[in-house]
Structures are given as C-alpha cells and as structure tokens.
C-alpha cells in the first residue's frame, strides 16, 4: 500500500495471473542445500480455523484440471531444483545458499474467490515462506530451526492492483490535507 497507519497491518496488492519474482538469499551463504516451501495461507485466524471448508469451495468452482493457487515459471526461475508441486497451495524447491536462488510465481486466484457474497472486499490471504538446511551436519539442522516469514496479500483481477494502491494513495492525501490543510500535505 502507499501509507499504512501505525495500527495497520501493511497489505501487498497484487494481480492474479502475473508473474511475481521471489528472490531467496542465505545471509550465511554456506554452501549447502536448502529446502525452501512457498505456501497460500488465510490471514486472518477466523478464516484459517474454516481453511478446508474455503479450499473446497474454490476447488469446486474450477474448470481446469488440476488447479492450482500458485505457479511457478520454471523457464525464468533461477537457481531452484527438485521442484514439487505435489499440493495446489504449495510449492516446494531445493537451492544453493552460497548462489541463492530467483523463483518467478504466479497466483491463480482472486482475493474474492472464496466467498458467496458479491460485492464483498476480499479476504487478505498470506504468501508464506519456510526454509531450512538438508544436511544433518548442519547446525540449525541439529538445532531444528527453520526460517520462515509472511507477506499478507490480496489479489485482484488485471490492472486492479494497482488502482487500488493509487485509490489508497488519493485517499491518504485527501486525509492529509483535511487534517493538516492543503499547504502541508507534502
């Protein structure tokens, strides 16, 4: 989003169908495998407590065979191997910590696709990503650490994404020269 409260979670808005790189590095940058998990998760712990019942619905009103939430572009990704796409949600991948690692994904669905009711908002969804090391030596191995984090997103249909940032930036500049008058709204 353009300005987000301090109260305000940050929502990343993005479009359904294009493609979206998602660039891994090891801070390490041991040279070692690392299996890493990109997932679609609800946000919201009301909507994870019913995440099957979501699932169902948005599997039930596919036309195509086998769909999926998320796409990998394993033509224009860099760096990831042993690919998996075992699970519609999910994609699972190994690669270098001392090279890193570039994967080009699209998201297949949209932020209303899992409601009934027309004319509802969206509902914020999670890209989450987990990694951790493949060999038995390694340290956050033994330890059992895995490095995850989150990315709360909605998706819209073409072009949505970004008149809604453009929407939200309107809108906060309306709200700023209301409260601070025309002249101090830069």
Not at 50 to 70: A, C, D, G
Not at 73 to 100: C, E, H, P, Q, Y
Not at 165 to 179: M, P, S
């Amino acid at each position: 989003t353009a300005v987000t409260r301090k109260d305000e979670e940050s929502i990343t808005y993005l479009n359904r169908g294009q493609t979206y790189a998602i660039q891994l590095k090891d801070n390490l940058s041991k040279n070692e495998l690392i299996s890493s998990t990109i997932s679609i998760h609800f946000h919201l712990s009301k909507h994870r407590a019913i995440t099957n019942t979501f699932w169902k619905y948005w599997l039930s009103q596919q036309s195509e065979p086998n769909p999926r939430l998320i796409e990998i572009d394993i033509d224009n990704s860099v760096g990831a191997t042993n690919i998996n796409l075992s699970s519609f949600d999910k994609i699972s991948f190994n690669w270098n910590g001392r090279t890193g690692a570039k994967i080009m994904v699209r998201f297949k669905f949209l932020s209303t696709d899992f409601t009934k009711t027309k004319g509802v908002k969206g509902i914020p969804l999670r890209v989450l990503a987990k990694s951790h090391y493949l060999q038995e030596a390694s340290t956050r191995m033994r330890d059992n650490q895995e490095e995850s984090c989150f990315c709360t997103i909605k998706l819209f249909r073409d072009k949505g994404a970004e008149r809604k940032t453009k929407d939200d930036a309107k809108h906060r500049t309306k709200l700023l020269e209301k409260t601070y008058g025309t002249n101090n709204a830069n």
